[in-house]
Structures are given as structure tokens and as C-alpha cells.
């Protein structure tokens, strides 16, 4: 196959202007040298944080707040400039250790990586958990030192992996005869605190911060300082701040659905060859992203959640949708064919309710008169996109028979 057509692409972009100074600092990870409207966030983590600057041991710090509301950048900004400054005053500066429990999701994985940042190298596998933490006690205390774990999306690890290492790691101050640890949880689930055993609450939330989400107006201010840096002059149209800014407010003033809005809309635009951003590229930039968000998010779910999906999926194939009991009579069955164990339909109704939060279905209650009331549920995307996700999983392949109608 030539690869004329291609080298005609690359030629294309290659000798199109471009409108980005820098594109970078129009991502999420990019920590700014001012973050706005965070002021009060940032005294805060940063006065309990201080106080490791005349020897003391910080307390510990629980931050919670929705996505995008600048939780993961006010911790990052702090410890960055606690940092500078104990090197400033020639003191001994903390090791700080950033764990996305996210990517780190278990209990292993995050204790063997505290093990590796202080140069103990484990095997991948093979060690029970509690050697491990006690390998990583035993390092620490070899010396005079303070360690401040950053666990972001701490919600996660205790979801999937129990409250083991939250539990051991409140508790490690009174282990340790040299060292000192300081926590600092992130949570995007405002609920977080409700998985918790009350000794490692009690622990864990010594110092709350709460992040609000961002107003329209505060992320106008957000989005014309990175766009200051990362557009060049001119290129943006006057109401693509604007609205880009609006568009997020609606998500719960999401300030990272702001800039992936901005930034996704200057590609588009400079994929074209269009001198500016328009209105039109960040309406497009929003129909794509929504699209990858929701991929991610099915990819994501659970077994039984994927399950309750595909049966709202054939349940409405012939009809736009579908009662809880006639996808559960669906749900059923597929548990039946796959050998999985059947949720109750109570449970299979919760499940409902929280693909309903998650935008991937409409559940609307209606009334039959004197029949009483009940629920209909739709689809809230293309149901060939849906179809395409869920064959990904591998134990869900076989369900492609079931569908034809062969089962």
C-alpha cells in the first residue's frame, strides 16, 4: 500500500499555520504558575502542610470535591513550593509521594511503589500485603525523614481493595521511631466518607477541604489565562471562551471538561486549515468528547452493570424502551447463558438508577392512571456504539448468539 495519501496528510499539517503557542498547557495535568479562585484551598493545605517546616508532622488531610475542581493541582501546586522552600531555608526536604489510585488499584501495587520511592525494590507479585508494609515501615525508619502519600482517587483503592492499607498507613506514626508520614487523600465521590471503618475515618479526616465546583465566571477567568498562553493572538473567537465556559458549568463546573473543550476545538480547527476557533469547532470538540467519556465509562463498569445495560440495549431493540421487569426478565437470561450469579431485581433496579446518573440511559417515571405508575428506560447513545463496547469484554462475546436470536 502507498503511503503517498499519508505523506500528503502530514505534508498538509506540516505547512498549515498553526494556532497553538503551546497545547500543553491546555491539558489537565499542566499545573499553572497561578491557579484562580482556589485561593482559600491552597492556605489551607498549605498552612497544615507548613508546619513540617519547623519539624513538625502535618496532620492529615482529606480533600473531596467533584471532577475537575481543581483538587489533584492545588495539592500538586502546594507541595511543589513546600518543596522549593525547604530548599530555600536548607532544610530537609519531605519525600513526596503522588499515587493515582486510579492506575494503582491495589493494595500491593500501592505499597510496593512507597517501597520503590524509598529505593526497596519488590517482586511484581508473591509477597503477602502485610510483608510488604512491613518492608516499607522498615525502610522508612532508617532515618530522620517525613513522607507525605498524595492517594488521589483514594475512593477507588478502597473500593476494589478494602481498607487495608488507609487502615495501616493512619496508623504508622505509632510504628515508626524516626520517620514521619503525612496523608493526603483526594476523592472525586463526595459519598467517600461513608465506605469508611470509623478508625481510619477518624484518622484520615484530621483536616477536610472541601472544592467547590467552579462557577461560569470562574472558569472564564481559567480558561483566558491558559488560553493566554497557549493560543496565539487572535486566533480564538470572542464568544469560544464563552461558551466553552458555559458548556462546563453545565457538568458541575468542570474545569478540566473546560479546557479538553478549548483544546479539542483548537485541533478541530487547526485540522481544517481554519484561521480561528469558532463556535461550531467547540460544539464539535463537545460531541467528541462526550463520546470518548462515555466509552471510557462503559469499558469501565462492572460485570452485573454491563449485563443490566445489555439487557436495556435488546430489551428496546424493537420498541424506543423498555419496563424494569421486562429487562429484568432479559437480565436473567443472560446471567443463565454466561453461568453468572443473578442480582435481585431490587438491586437490578439500583443499577438502573446509577446508569441513569451516568448518562448512559433515560429512566423516566410515567403514569398509568389507575394502572399506577411505572418506569421506562431508553438508551442514551447510538446502540451500535454500545454493541461495539460491550463485544470488548471477552466474557460477553458469546452473547452475540443470544442477540441473533440462536438462544
Known amino acids: 500500500m502507498s503511503s503517498k495519501p499519508l505523506d500528503n496528510i502530514f505534508e498538509r499539517y506540516i505547512s498549515a499555520p498553526t494556532l497553538f503557542k503551546d497545547r ?47 483538587k489533584t493541582a492545588v495539592v500538586k501546586y502546594v507541595l511543589k513550593h513546600l518543596v522549593d522552600k525547604t530548599r530555600e531555608l536548607k532544610i530537609k526536604e519531605p519525600i513526596v ?33 502485610d510483608e510488604v508494609f512491613n518492608k516499607f515501615v522498615s525502610k522508612l525508619d532508617e532515618e530522620e525523614r517525613l513522607m507525605i502519600i498524595v492517594l488521589d482517587e483514594v475512593d477507588l483503592l478502597l473500593k ?8 495501616e498507613l493512619t496508623r504508622v506514626n505509632t510504628m515508626l521511631k524516626r520517620a514521619r508520614v503525612s496523608l493526603v487523600g483526594i476523592s472525586n465521590d463526595l459519598r467517600f466518607k461513608d465506605y469508611l471503618d470509623p478508625r481510619v475515618l477518624s484518622s484520615l479526616s484530621e483536616e477536610e477541604i472541601v472544592f467547590p465546583p467552579y ?23 470572542p464568544a469560544v471562551i464563552n461558551l466553552c465556559a ?58 452485573q452493570s454491563k449485563l443490566v445495560l445489555y439487557a436495556i440495549y435488546l430489551s428496546s431493540r424493537e420498541t424506543l424502551d423498555a419496563s424494569t421487569g421486562e429487562i429484568y426478565n432479559t437480565y436473567q437470561r443472560l446471567c443463565s447463558l454466561l453461568n453468572v450469579d443473578t442480582l435481585t431485581q431490587r438491586r437490578v ?13 433515560n429512566a423516566a417515571v410515567i403514569s398509568r392512571g389507575r394502572y399506577g405508575r411505572t418506569r421506562r428506560i431508553r438508551l442514551a447513545m447510538p446502540k451500535n456504539l454500545l454493541r461495539k463496547l460491550l463485544y470488548e469484554d471477552y466474557r460477553l462475546k ?10
Open 24 to 70: 500543553e498547557v491546555l491539558r489537565p495535568t499542566y499545573i499553572p504558575e497561578r491557579l484562580p479562585h482556589r485561593e482559600e484551598q491552597m492556605e489551607k493545605i498549605g498552612s497544615i502542610l507548613a508546619t513540617c517546616l519547623k519539624g513538625g508532622t502535618p496532620s492529615n488531610i482529606f480533600c473531596y470535591g467533584k471532577t475537575g475542581t481543581g
Open 349 to 361: 433496579s439500583d443499577l438502573i438508577n446509577e446508569l441513569d446518573m451516568l448518562g448512559m440511559i
Open 398 to 407: 458469546e452473547l452475540r448468539n443470544f442477540e441473533k436470536g440462536v438462544l
Open 97 to 129: 509521594s503522588y499515587i493515582n489510585c486510579a492506575i494503582v488499584d491495589t493494595n500491593y501495587r500501592v505499597l510496593s511503589q512507597l517501597c520503590e520511592i524509598l529505593g526497596e525494590k519488590l517482586p511484581l507479585t508473591g509477597l503477602p500485603t
Open 215 to 237: 462557577t461560569a465566571s470562574e472558569l472564564k477567568d481559567i480558561l483566558r489565562e491558559r488560553a493566554e498562553l497557549g493560543f496565539f493572538e487572535g486566533v480564538l473567537e
Open 160 to 167: 476494589k481493595s478494602g481498607s487495608f492499607t488507609l487502615y
Open 246 to 303: 458555559a458548556l462546563a458549568a453545565r457538568e458541575h463546573g468542570d474545569a478540566r471538561r473546560a479546557l479538553d473543550l478549548l483544546r479539542v476545538a483548537g485541533e478541530l480547527a487547526e485540522r481544517e486549515g481554519s484561521p480561528k476557533v469558532l463556535e461550531r469547532h467547540v460544539r464539535e470538540a463537545k460531541k467528541r468528547i462526550e463520546a470518548d467519556v462515555l466509552s471510557d465509562a462503559i469499558r469501565a463498569l462492572p460485570l
